[in-house]
């Protein structure tokens, strides 16, 4: 969704139709490879957020694109928090310090769900957990919906779910929203604490997507798409877009997003490591 109002926001500023072209599997790699290996003329960009950009190099151990050296910043697309949602039923908490308590009370007993191992929800809570002294039992699921289905019937205790996907679930009385995953609130949650406020120091961790482009591409040209997107993403249209999806799109520029990828990186690659996990 994110990507179909940016493409329909950058046809307006740049007088030329983008294609939204869906190369799903691999963690996003399938698609990077693509970008990777296409001319670098500035006509073919990549989505990437956490997970190709930070997460894969560790996780797969070898990749057929270097994350570091083969793309460059365009612009930040938008970004979202994580919202850690409970099953109020298998977890008969009210507040993070019940959560913590109960977890602690309960070590290894309490059952997350995450999009699959080495997930951002996967790495983000056990970063989580060790930051406390907890453990819990990772389940990883193959997509969101299923995750959320188990989630809702108490089969899982709790999961991390994007704030677009974990609002609707917060209509049923059998869920409950603890704490979100960026540095301040968000204007939809406005009662449920971060993630920081609750004791969990620096743990700023929003999902976000950016554009990006070949590293070889000409300045110029990245000049001229760095500034199409950042007009595109200031539009009425898409800030609508993006309040849908409880989201926002402040960009940032090269040097401070350069600046987080080396922060995100270092994060990710210690996430995986604590954990173990591993794709290959």
Known sequence: MMTRALANALATQTGHQWVVENRPGAGGNIAAAHVASSAPDGHTLLVAGQ???????????????????????????????????????????????????????????????????????????????????????????????PQRTDLLAGRIGFSQIGAAAAIPILQSDKTRALAVSTAKRSPALPNVPTLIESGF?????????????????????????????????????????????????????????????????????EAVKITGATAS
């Open 51 to 145: 997970a190709i950009l930070a997460i894969n190099k560790p996780l797969f151990g070898k990749l057929s694109y270097d994350p570091e050296r083969d793309f460059t910043w365009i612009g930040m697309m938008g970004s979202q928090p994580n919202v850690l949602v409970i099953n109020t039923d298998a977890v008969p908490v009210s507040d993070m310090k019940g959560f913590i308590d109960l977890a602690r009370a309960q070590p290894g007993k309490l059952a997350y769900g995450s999009n699959g191992v080495g997930s951002l929800a996967h790495l983000k809570t056990e970063v989580m957990a060790q930051m406390a002294g907890l453990k819990f039992i990772h389940v990883p699921y193959q997509g969101a919906a």
């Open 201 to 269: 120091a620096d743990l700023d961790v929003p999902v976000w997507f950016a554009a990006v482009a070949h590293s070889a591409t000409p300045g110029p040209v990245l000049a001229s798409l760095r500034q199409a997107l950042a007009t595109a993403t200031a539009t009425g249209a898409y800030g609508a877009e993006m309040a849908k999806q409880h989201g926002s799109a402040e960009q940032i520029s090269v040097e401070a997003a350069e600046k987080m990828l080396v922060r995100e990186r270092r994060i990710w690659a």
